[in-house]
């Protein structure tokens, strides 16, 4: 009795394995052949969007002063739909029309406060409105490269002009005083201590020349995977020391256009995870484990 | 088609000298303290720590405290033009001291200082300090007019405003509330 229990659940177990694997199979494969795989980095840097603006709609009491709760909630969920629309190769072109409007509605009257996030964004979606198929074209995958290539080296330029990279200053700052997160580099330093110790020079200097480097290269046309894969990397690292994935994603999505590469199924998964866990925050979850270590 | 390939190229090659010129206009600002470094772009964000910029209103004649006031018609009123103090160096217009009189009747008549304060970097050793970066004092002529000087960024300007027919001075018996947990600042 026992053996033939054991044998049916392994059984069981094994068939729902292999069509969840069958399942699995035919979805990447029609994600693959439909080529969602090049609209999806699109619809993901829409979707970044919502993440970054509906949250904080919802706590401004200007914007709900001025828009009401309702259409508040009508604009996150067009933000949305219009990350959907990006997916399919019939809407996408419709989905970037329902962004720009949106942008123009709840956005465009707040240009000054806006997030960073939103500004490159807005450099960067709407433009795929002039393409049939953005996902397609070398002349939008070019100008996005230009994008980002010269956002790189406008914040390695600002960190120049603001003194407090060099020196490695801010960095003892935000160790000192930021999240669990930035913090990270004081494990390294003495606390006591009124001077940026060598590691948080290096940590500066390492973000300089990494904002430096990636930007020229991406001028230049370097299309490398091996490029991407890499500067994916230092996005994430970056993502978890300010606690900030959302932007990371946002960039990430944008360089998978870049590089004309496309989403794979796990990086897009990855991505979309990665938007939720940004509502939580990477501090939390340090400050999680520590409460309980402690 | 290939006229409109080109109209294309065309533009993308506008907005790309666009984007340049507005970094190299975002750097001219910074570098003159004129805006939020993380504000219009960011991209000089992370350079130093968030402003974190804050007003505060105090009667003018019991600077002790700071006053507990409506500001969500004053910050309304600057939502398209000085959204949240942007521009560090920019004059409070008339319309956000009319707002702030609309959604604060007990203050009409009282001479005011609306003190506005940032976090200043400091590089040793590495630290924020909360400075004074500008006020506004408002000095009632009569029941109904005010004039005001703004000092920001080393530059005074002085106005005069009107309250609309709408708005009246309240009676006088009106207490003010404080905020305890704020210092008091010595105004000038």
Known sequence: MRSWFARTVDESSAGISQESDNLYSKLSKLYEESGVRYRVPLAIAILSVAFQEYPAWTTQAIKIDVYGETIIALLGAGLVLSSVLAAFASTSRLAVAIFVAITVIAILPEWQVIANHTYLALWCIPVAILFRESWNSDLYAFYLRMTVGIVMIAAFGQKILAGTYLDGSFIAYLSATGSSSERMFSLFCDSTSTDPCIIYRLASWFILVWQLVVGILLLVGLNSLVFLAIEIGFLLGAGIYADEMNFQVLNIAVLCIVFRFGMPVWLAVLSIALLFFDRWGVSSLIDVVFHHVG | MLGEIDIRKWIIGILLILHIAWIGNHMRWIANDQINPWRMGGYAMYTVPSLGQRTRVYDATFPDAPLTVNTLGYEKSTRLTNYARTFRCASV????????????????????????????????????????????????????????????????????????????????????????????????
Request: include cysteine; glycine fraction near 4%.
């Open chain 2, 93 to 188: 217009p008339a319309s956000a001291l009319l707002a702030f009189f609309d959604e604060n009747h007990p203050l009409i008549g009282r001479n005011l200082v609306f003190v506005y304060s940032e976090r200043e970097f400091v590089h040793a050793p590495p630290a924020a300090k909360r400075v004074n970066k500008g006020m506004v004092v408002l000095t009632w002529q009569n029941e109904r007019t005010f004039t005001y000087t703004n000092k920001f960024c080393g530059r005074e300007e002085i106005a005069t405003a009107t309250l609309p027919e709408s708005l009246s001075a309240p009676s006088p018996e009106v207490p003010s509330t404080t905020m305890p947990d704020v210092p008091s600042v010595k105004l000038p």
